[in-house]
Every structure is written in structure tokens, then in C-alpha cells.
């Protein structure tokens, strides 16, 4: 079964993987099935679902589907992107260390240094996103090396191959936040990850309706992280799981499009003169992550980063003037929004370490969604016109 699905197209394997018509009923889409408990023949004699913190038919498709689009052999499915990244850490004991690109998603930070640090993890961070960087880091009790890529909110490009092996060599494992690319755009684990983290909520749910996580990887770094799942007990709902395996079905036509909007954004923006500083996105050829992004990725994302001239005026202004980008957080969603996040995702973070990373009140993030291209840059063209102020 796993080969079959596997040796399938990308767009095959989001409809179809763990997607069979319901063996009860024949119902064609997966039912959400709403149960706490299953009724049980005799005491052990069952259909492989006992309650549904342990398992839930709905959840269980959702994990053989996401297993299956980032070609692991295991996915399992989280409450939240942040459940799924505590259930990751879950595997570590105090005194290990974690090694950590320092533009990060905001909320990782905190549960390092918040959660994780005062239990004992030590995480360390590299400035240097380079694998000379983690290089530099990396020390003989380094247990994980966790990566995103593109980074958040500056979408520096890391090498997952080559950190990759930089952690095997020092004896630790590489998790991959992929929540920026999804498994169309890059597939952390062919590049030698080990573990490969999902917020759902962001481009797999893709409609800004759900909050999920997930984790995707080889059946024996999935089982500690299972048991986790199951005596910790942050799993999704069955509605939850059914929104996010809904979402899966069209990842790579959605993603076709905020790629070929943002490109387009991204250029246009580029053009800009007058209040337009920087435009941080890895398709353009000036971004210093840009071959590394073309031959890591299928394409290069939804995401656009600008830097603002005039700074927190000039976002503040931005940021309240855009009419179809919606002032919000969150990413990935079918429609676009705009966020600052030095007083938003990031606001986590003390201002002078944020500062240091570059992440200044001037800084203003598009999540760029599917709505037609022209309306778009219509939209940022009037909220970056200077009438009126
Ligand atoms: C949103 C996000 C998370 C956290 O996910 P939640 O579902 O909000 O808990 C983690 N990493 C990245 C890159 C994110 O964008």
C-alpha cells in the first residue's frame, strides 16, 4: 500500500492516501467520525480504534495522508503546530542540547526559552544560517538541530542537506519545520531530515479555519513520539482532522497559485522606488538564498517579507491601509494578509534580540494568498501611494 501510494503524483496521493471509501458505509469522503469510544466485540476484540485520544478513523486518514505527501513513514497529527513541536522535543532529556537558526517562528522561541529551558533543554542559536553557522554550534551534547526553511519572517534559505549531515555527524537528529514550503514546494526528509514538523493551520489546512500540527518520519523516531501523543493527549478533534485532509486535496493547485502571485508581488515590489527598502523573497535572483532555493524547492513560496523605509510610520501606515490583505496573523491561507512582526508573531521576542536579527519596526510580512494577481498589487499599490498622509 505505502509503495503504491508513494511511487503516485504528489497531487494523486493528497486526494487519494488513506482516502478509501469508508469500509462501513462506502462513503466516498472520509466521514468525520465523532465518537469518543468504540464498541468492543469482547474486552480487546476491535476494529483498531479503542477511544480517540489513542486513535480516531478521521485522524488516522489525515496522518496516513500526510505521511504519504512528505514520503515518510509515519505522520502523526497535533492539536497545534506548537503541540507537535513540544511532542518532538518530548524525546530529549535536560542537559541535551538543541541547536537553532535564531530567525525562528517566534512561538518556538518561546517554548524553548520559556518551557524548555527552565526544564532543563539548553537551547543555542546561530546567527549564521550558513552550515558553517550550526558548524560553529553544534557541541558533543547536541541531541536535535531544528530548522525552518524559508525562515520566518526574513526567508533565509538553509541547506537541509548539508545541516543535515552536519547533525549525523555530531550524533544528533535534524527536525525540519516545513511549514513555510509544504511537502509540494520541498520534501525535508528526502534531503536527509529526520523529522519534519507542520503547523497545519498554515498552507496544508490552507483556509485559515483550523489550528493543527503534525510530525512526519521513520516508524522508529515516530514511536516514542506517539506514545507522547497519547499519554500527553494533545491530538485534534475529528472535525479538526477533517478540515486539514480537506485542505490537502487542493495543496498543490493553491500552492501553484500563492507562488505565482507572490513571484509576481515580489518583482513589482522590487520595482518600487519610494518607501520600498527591501524585499526579502528567495525568487528573486538578488536573494542570497536564491540557488540554493532552486535546487532545494519545487518553487519558492507564498511568502514576501519588505522592509519599509520610513520605518514604523510607514508600516504602521501599510499595514491599516491594504483592503484585501487582512491586517492578521497567521500565513497560508487562500487569502492574503499582511503583518508586522516585531509587534505581532515575533512580539515574543525581547525588542534588542529582534532588533539584532533584523526583525525592526519597518519590517511588514505578506502571506500572499489566491485571489487574482492584479487586485493584489492594485491593493498594496494604494496603501503604498502617498496621497493623504
Ligand atoms: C504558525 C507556526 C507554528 C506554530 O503553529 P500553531 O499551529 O500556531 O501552533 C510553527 N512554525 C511555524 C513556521 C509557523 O508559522
Request: hydrophobic letters at 40%; charged letters at 20%.
Amino acid at each position: 500500500m505505502a509503495n503504491e501510494s508513494r511511487a503516485q503524483g504528489f497531487s494523486t496521493r493528497a486526494i487519494h492516501a488513506g482516502q478509501a471509501a469508508d469500509p462501513a458505509t462506502g462513503a466516498t469522503v472520509v466521514p468525520i467520525y465523532a465518537t469518543s469510544t468504540f464498541t468492543q466485540e469482547a474486552p480487546g476484540e476491535h476494529k483498531g480504534f479503542e477511544y480517540s485520544r489513542s486513535g480516531n478513523p478521521t485522524r488516522a486518514a489525515l496522518e496516513t495522508c500526510l505521511a504519504a505527501l512528505e514520503e515518510g513513514e509515519q505522520g502523526l497529527a497535533f492539536a497545534s503546530g506548537l503541540a507537535a513541536t513540544t511532542a518532538v522535543l518530548s524525546l530529549f532529556r535536560p542537559g541535551d542540547e538543541v541547536v537553532a537558526a535564531s530567525d525562528l517562528y517566534g512561538g518556538t522561541y518561546r517554548l524553548l526559552e520559556r518551557v524548555f529551558r527552565p526544564w532543563g533543554l539548553a537551547p543555542r542559536y546561530t546567527d549564521d544560517p550558513r552550515p558553517e553557522g550550526f558548524a560553529r554550534v553544534i557541541t558533543p551534547v547536541t541531541r536535535l538541530v531544528w530548522i525552518e526553511t524559508p525562515t520566518n519572517p526574513l526567508l533565509q534559505v538553509l541547506d537541509i542537506a548539508a545541516i543535515a549531515e552536519l547533525a549525523h555527524r555530531a550524533g544528533a537528529l535534524l527536525a525540519v519545520d516545513n511549514t513555510f514550503a509544504s511537502p509540494y514546494l520541498q520534501q525535508p526528509l528526502r534531503l536527509g531530515a529526520d523529522l519534519v514538523v507542520h503547523s497545519t493551520t498554515k498552507y496544508l489546512g490552507g483556509h485559515s479555519d483550523v489550528v493543527g500540527g503534525a510530525v512526519i518520519g521513520r516508524r522508529d523516531l515516530l514511536e516514542p513520539i506517539r506514545f507522547y501523543q497519547n499519554a500527553a493527549g494533545a491530538v485534534p478533534g475529528p472535525f479538526d482532522a477533517w478540515l486539514v485532509l480537506r485542505g490537502l486535496k487542493t495543496l498543490a493547485i493553491r500552492m501553484e497559485r500563492h507562488c505565482a502571485n507572490a513571484a509576481h508581488l515580489a518583482a513589482w515590489l522590487a520595482e518600487q522606488r519610494a518607501g520600498v527598502e527591501r524585499v526579502y523573497y528567495p525568487g528573486l535572483p538578488s536573494h542570497p538564498g536564491h540557488d540554493l532555493a532552486r535546487r532545494q524547492m519545487r518553487d519558492f513560496g507564498g511568502m514576501i517579507s519588505v522592509r519599509l523605509a520610513g520605518g514604523a510610520e510607514a508600516a504602521r501606515r501599510l499595514l491599516t491601509r491594504t483592503r484585501l490583505f487582512s491586517l492578521a496573523e497567521s500565513l497560508g491561507g487562500v487569502e492574503s494578509l499582511i503583518s508586522h512582526p516585531a509587534t505581532m508573531t515575533h512580539a515574543s521576542i525581547p525588542a534588542e534580540v529582534r532588533g539584532a536579527r533584523g526583525i525592526d519596526d519597518g519590517l511588514v510580512r505578506l502571506s500572499v494568498g489566491v485571489e487574482d494577481y492584479d487586485d493584489l498589487r492594485d491593493d498594496l499599490q494604494q496603501a503604498l501611494a502617498d496621497g493623504g498622509s
